[in-house]
T-cell receptor, first 112, second 114 residues
Framework: GDSVTQMEGPVTLSEEAFLTINCTYT??????LFWYVQYPGEGLQLLLK?????DKGSNKGFEATYRKETTSFHLEKGSVQVSDSAVYFC???????????FGQGTELSVKP | EAGVAQSPRYKIIEKRQSVAFWCNPI?????LYWYQQILGQGPKLLIQ????????DSQLPKDRFSAERLKGVDSTLKIQPAKLEDSAVYLC????????????FGEGSWLTVV
């Protein structure tokens, strides 16, 4: 079946450091890929998405590229801020059906 | 635009008791989801509704969990009797009934079973 695997957390970085959070997936079809973010005390929010191979999703300085050959969708940001501290979830979903399959989440802590 | 509303936000119950969670989706969203998020894990789909019909309830423990969506708007998720392993955040989400549309999540209902 389909599944998503993320790198273990927590990840602790200093402000302005480069961020990479690894995500790999196993899929039986051709899913869309997503990154959701969960700030403390808040619900999940869509951060970015990519719907087909080689697409790049981007938002708020974050980027991720849909790599079919490596079945990956790694999240990157060039310079993190304290306000980026949150839990990040990678997910896959199919247009038909709509449900999402999530990874286990990666906690990011950014120190000033 | 109002988001997905859930209540209560927090609930503590003893094992074998019952609990109910309520969800009001974004206006006009035909698809409604209930996810269970256990601490340290990603959310797992429990049930998906399209209007007031069930699309997918394959991972709903039907011996103790039930959900309904009367009139295709609000939804209620019930657990009876609760077990210790039901301690989790219960997330409601909704989306338009268009393939590929964004799924919006509520803030969640935190359940602790003691």
């Amino acid at each position: 079946g389909d599944s998503v695997t993320q790198m273990e957390g927590p990840v602790t970085l200093s402000e302005e450091a480069f961020l990479t959070i690894n995500c790999t997936y196993t899929a039986t079809g051709y899913p869309s890929l997503f990154w959701y973010v969960q700030y403390p005390g808040e619900g999940l929010q869509l951060l970015l998405k990519a719907t087909k191979a080689d697409d790049k999703g981007s938002n708020k300085g974050f980027e991720a590229t849909y790599r079919k050959e490596t079945t990956s969708f790694h999240l990157e940001k060039g310079s993190v801020q304290v306000s980026d501290s949150a839990v990040y979830f990678c997910a896959l979903g199919y247009n038909q059906g709509g449900k999402l399959i999530f990874g286990q989440g990666t906690e990011l802590s950014v120190k000033p | 635009e109002a988001g997905v509303a859930q209540s209560p936000r927090y609930k503590i119950i003893e094992k074998r008791q019952s609990v109910a969670f309520w969800c009001n989706p974004i206006s006009g969203h035909a698809t409604l989801y209930w996810y269970q998020q256990i601490l340290g894990q990603g959310p797992k789909l429990l049930i998906q509704f399209q209007n007031n019909g069930v699309v997918d309830d394959s991972q709903l423990p039907k011996d103790r969990f039930s959900a309904e969506r009367l009139k295709g708007v609000d939804s209620t998720l019930k657990i009876q009797p609760a077990k210790l392993e039901d301690s989790a955040v219960y997330l409601c989400a909704s989306s338009e009934a268009v393939p590929g549309n964004t799924i919006y999540f509520g803030e969640g209902s935190w359940l602790t079973v003691v």
